[in-house]
């Protein structure tokens, strides 16, 4: 903290014994003032100490954000900041980092405080909030849902300190981080040793809303070469048996082969998948399987199909 008081406004001479402290001091005077923050360099010494850094409006400097335009194919980009002066230098002194540049003018609005806690810089998970959010995902809670739950217990949206965005990123962060292991993670690795081992390897996966995985395919080098010839081959983890799972499959399938559509495809009698079918491969004959055909009539006809 700033050793010489406790005031919220920055000041030249203003002490602070990490970098991390000047960050979270001025955070809280963007905060209270109605701007976004963000760091505009730290220069470090050898044995790994700051030897200065400095804190600047977000609005510092000139972005560019992209807007799609009317007509097809052109892109609209308009300014984001303007070029704000607004900031705080801080340089290393008696092992202390001492602010020796205030810049306080801002040279464009500044929000309100029902505002400003949506700006990115003001945007924070706290660890007790990630235990909340982990709770609510387990216990199947979609996203916008886990928000909305937090929004009610913290009184109002603006009190939670991030938004639903941040909630999407969070969970998808922890899924992805969560691959590593389980069942999940064990097939990731599988599909990652096989392409090592040989390029032509293929997979595919498809997710749900919630970012879930659903549907699995995949196919090695032997499986491309053999559905060149009279065998088709293919692996698949179904999540479960409706029309645009089925439609996933089949497209991803001629995706791995080049779009080589076959001839003949035999399936049992299941109408979700004879539907995904003529969508998705019209001109291919559907055929129904034997062995589903002799399952059928062993249990319509009974002992008739004994003779």
């Known amino acids: 903290m700033a050793s010489s008081n406790d005031d919220w406004k920055p000041r030249l001479g203003m002490k602070f014994d990490t970098r991390e402290e000047a960050e979270q001091f001025?955070?809280?005077?963007?905060?209270?003032?109605?701007?976004?923050?963000?760091?505009?360099?730290?220069?470090?010494?050898?044995?790994?100490?700051?030897?200065?850094?400095r804190f600047v409006c977000c609005k510092e400097g000139i972005r560019k954000k992209e807007d799609k335009c009317a007509y097809e194919g052109k892109i609209r980009?308009?300014?984001?900041?303007?070029?704000?002066?607004?900031?705080?230098?801080?340089?290393?002194?008696?092992?202390?980092?001492?602010?020796?540049?205030?810049?306080?003018?801002?040279?464009?609005?500044?929000?309100?405080?029902?505002t400003t806690h949506m700006l990115r810089s003001h945007r924070k998970i706290t660890e007790v909030q990630a235990y909340e959010i982990d709770m609510a995902d387990d216990s199947g809670l979609r996203q916008k849902e886990v928000y909305q739950l937090m929004s009610t217990h913290a009184g109002h949206s603006a009190n939670v300190g991030f938004t639903e965005v941040d909630v999407r990123n969070y969970i998808t962060t922890k899924r992805q981080r969560s691959m590593v292991?389980?069942?999940?993670?064990?097939?990731?690795?599988?599909?990652?040793?096989?392409?090592?081992?040989n390029p032509s390897f293929f997979y595919a996966y498809q997710m749900d809303i919630d970012e879930q995985i659903t549907n699995v395919f995949w196919c090695d080098a032997n499986m491309i070469l053999d559905y060149g010839d009279s065998i088709i081959f293919g692996a698949a983890l179904m999540y479960d048996e409706t029309i645009p799972s089925f439609k996933w499959l089949f497209e991803?399938?001629?995706?791995?082969?080049?779009?080589?559509?076959?001839?003949?495809?035999?399936?049992?009698q299941d109408q979700a998948m004879s539907r995904a079918l003529e969508e998705v491969m019209p001109d291919?004959?559907?055929?129904?399987?034997?062995?589903?055909?002799?399952?059928n009539g062993i249990k319509h006809l009974g002992n008739r199909m004994k003779k």
Do not use: M
């Open 181 to 197: 292991y389980g069942d999940a993670g064990y097939l990731s690795q599988y599909f990652q040793r096989q392409l090592l081992e």
């Open 26 to 53: 001025y955070l809280a005077y963007g905060l209270r003032e109605g701007f976004g923050v963000r760091v505009r360099f730290t220069n470090w010494k050898k044995d790994g100490s700051v030897s200065s850094c």
């Open 77 to 114: 980009r308009g300014e984001t900041r303007t070029k704000c002066l607004a900031r705080i230098t801080l340089s290393s002194k008696n092992g202390k980092l001492v602010i020796n540049e205030f810049v306080e003018n801002h040279n464009h609005d500044l929000l309100n405080r029902e």
């Open 252 to 268: 991803t399938f001629l995706q791995a082969h080049n779009n080589k559509k076959p001839k003949t495809i035999f399936t049992d």
């Open 284 to 295: 291919t004959h559907h055929g129904l399987c034997t062995w589903h055909l002799l399952q």
